[in-house]
C-alpha cells in the first residue's frame, strides 16, 4: 500500500504564475483534503473534496481552487500566486463513512520568488 | 469557532526524562482531538485521537494523552523519551472524525543526549 502521495515534492515559481499540487489517496480512501502549512506555523485546512465536489473550505481565496477525479484523485491550484503562498501543501485521505482519520501525505514544498 | 492552543513553542528535554506537551482548545461541542508528530521535511503521522469513551488513550510509540473535558485540554505524555522523539507535534481539533482539523502552532521538542 503506498498510502497517500503527492507530486511534485518541491517547486519554485514566480509571483503571479498559476501552479498546480497533486494528491494521490490511499488505496480505498474516497475523501481528499488539502492543508497549507507555512513555515513554523500548524497546518492550516484548505478545502474538502468528496465525490469530485468541494465539501468543506477553509478561509482561503479564490486564488485556491481544486477538483477531484472519478479515481479519487486530486489537484490543488493556486493562481496569481503570491510570496505568502510559500509554504508546505499537505494532502490528506480518508475512507467516507469510517470513522477511520485522515491519512497525510509528505507533502509539496512550494517557494514563491 | 474551533481554536487549539500549544502554549509551550519550543520544549527541550533529556534523553530518559518524560515528557508532556499541552494543548487546550475551544470548540462548543464534544470535541474529536488529535496528536499529530512532524518530523523535518515530512508529512504528519497521527499518534493518537480521542473520540469517545475512556478519557485515557494510547498511542504509537508509548506516547500517551488525558482528555480533561473540564479544562478543555488533551495533553501529551510520554514517560521515558528517546532521541528519535525530536520532531515537532501538533494538536488538533475536529469536528468529526473527517472533518476538517483545526491544528495548534506546534511544539518543537529538542532531546538532549
Known amino acids: 500500500d503506498a498510502g497517500v502521495t503527492q507530486s511534485p515534492t518541491h517547486l519554485i515559481k514566480t509571483r503571479g504564475q498559476q501552479v498546480t499540487l497533486r494528491c494521490s489517496p490511499k488505496?480505498?480512501?474516497?475523501?481528499v483534503s488539502w492543508y497549507q502549512q507555512a513555515l513554523g506555523q500548524g497546518p492550516q485546512f484548505i478545502f474538502q473534496?468528496?465525490?469530485?465536489?468541494?465539501?468543506q473550505r477553509g478561509n482561503f481565496p479564490d486564488r485556491f481552487s481544486g477538483h477531484q477525479f472519478p479515481n479519487y484523485s486530486s489537484e490543488l491550484n493556486v493562481n496569481a500566486l503570491l510570496l505568502g503562498d510559500s509554504a508546505l501543501y499537505l494532502c490528506?485521505?480518508?475512507?467516507?463513512?469510517?470513522?477511520?482519520?485522515?491519512?497525510f501525505g509528505p507533502g509539496t514544498r512550494l517557494l514563491v520568488l | 469557532a474551533q481554536s487549539v492552543t500549544q502554549p509551550d513553542i519550543h520544549i527541550t528535554v533529556s534523553e530518559g526524562a518524560s515528557l508532556e506537551l499541552r494543548c487546550n482548545y475551544s470548540?462548543?461541542?464534544?470535541?474529536?482531538l488529535f496528536w499529530y508528530v512532524q518530523s523535518p521535511g515530512q508529512g504528519l503521522q497521527l499518534l493518537l485521537k480521542?473520540?469517545?469513551?475512556?478519557?485515557l488513550v494510547q498511542g504509537i510509540k508509548g506516547f500517551e494523552a488525558e482528555f480533561k473535558r473540564s479544562q478543555s485540554s488533551f495533553n501529551l505524555r510520554k514517560p521515558s523519551v528517546h532521541w528519535s522523539d525530536a520532531a515537532e507535534y501538533f494538536c488538533?481539533?475536529?469536528?468529526?472524525?473527517?472533518?476538517?482539523?483545526?491544528f495548534g502552532g506546534g511544539t518543537r521538542v529538542l532531546v538532549k543526549p
Open positions: 488538533a481539533v475536529g469536528e468529526a472524525a473527517g472533518n476538517k482539523l483545526t
Open positions: 473534496y468528496y465525490e469530485e465536489e468541494e465539501r
Open positions: 488505496s480505498g480512501h474516497d475523501t
Open positions: 480521542y473520540f469517545s469513551g475512556d478519557t
Open positions: 490528506a485521505s480518508r475512507a467516507t463513512g469510517t470513522r477511520e482519520t485522515q491519512y
Open positions: 470548540y462548543g461541542a464534544t470535541p474529536y
